[in-house]
T-cell receptor, first 115, second 116 residues
């Protein structure tokens, strides 16, 4: 049973460019959340997708956008990259359908470096 | 609003010694609490969770945590540290209640060092 998979594992971009990160949730999971983890910090919630819609959003600018597909996979897009966007981006999936106590399963993340 | 505070950004123990990682939470509703571990260059792995059942929660790799409402704490312990326990540990509270859909709010993390 495959867990959460993310691609690519590493990425180097230049300021001002755009990037797309991809996530496939754990089999059977219907909800995908994205987190940003800066070096030495705890992960920060970006947004969550359920039934192909953004259900909740953290304190991130509109440069951060996402999408969820009918097969529950998801993309995170970041436009006009800034140096401060350099971080580990984590995707987490869960089987929610209203069950808030269900745990999140995380992928290994995409390490984004902006130069 | 819910929040989590992890006391001590670095904890160092000797192999075989007790591990104690501290976590205090703030929540206006009964919290759902989690401990995750992160090894270098990897994602987060769930160690254990508290969801209002038994207050003493047992997790993987010999870890356990006790929910103490009176102290608003959810400290993580392991009786005997192993070298393989060296990692970053995160306490998290899952936000719920009206208008919330269950995002995790993480503490800043505690780096556990295990000395031979």
């Amino acid at each position: 049973d495959a867990g959460v998979t993310q691609s690519p594992t590493h990425l180097i971009k230049t300021r001002g460019q755009q990037v797309t990160l991809r996530c496939s949730p754990k089999s059977g999971h219907d909800t995908v959340s994205w987190y940003q983890q800066a070096l030495g910090q705890g992960p920060q919630f970006i947004f969550q997708y359920y039934e192909e819609e953004e259900r909740q959003r953290g304190n991130f600018p509109d440069r951060f956008s996402g999408h969820q597909f009918p097969n529950y996979s998801s993309e995170l897009n970041v436009n006009a990259l800034l140096l401060g966007d350099s971080a580990l981006y984590l995707c987490a999936s869960s089987l929610d359908r209203g069950r808030v106590g269900s745990p999140l399963h995380f992928g290994n993340g995409t390490r984004l470096t902006v130069t | 609003a819910q929040s989590v505070t992890q006391l001590g950004s670095h904890v160092s123990v000797s192999e075989g010694a007790l591990v104690l990682l501290r976590c205090n939470y703030s929540s206006s509703v009964p919290p759902y609490l989690f401990w995750y571990v992160q090894y270098p260059n990897q994602g987060l792995q769930l160690l254990l969770k508290y969801t209002s059942a038994a207050t003493l929660v047992k997790g993987i790799n010999g870890f356990e945590a006790e929910f103490k409402k009176s102290e608003t704490s959810f400290h993580l312990t392991k009786p005997s540290a192993h070298m393989s326990d060296a990692a970053e540990y995160f306490c998290a509270v899952r936000q719920h209640g009206s208008g919330n859909t269950g995002k995790l709010i993480f503490g800043q993390g505690t780096t556990l060092q295990v000395k031979p």
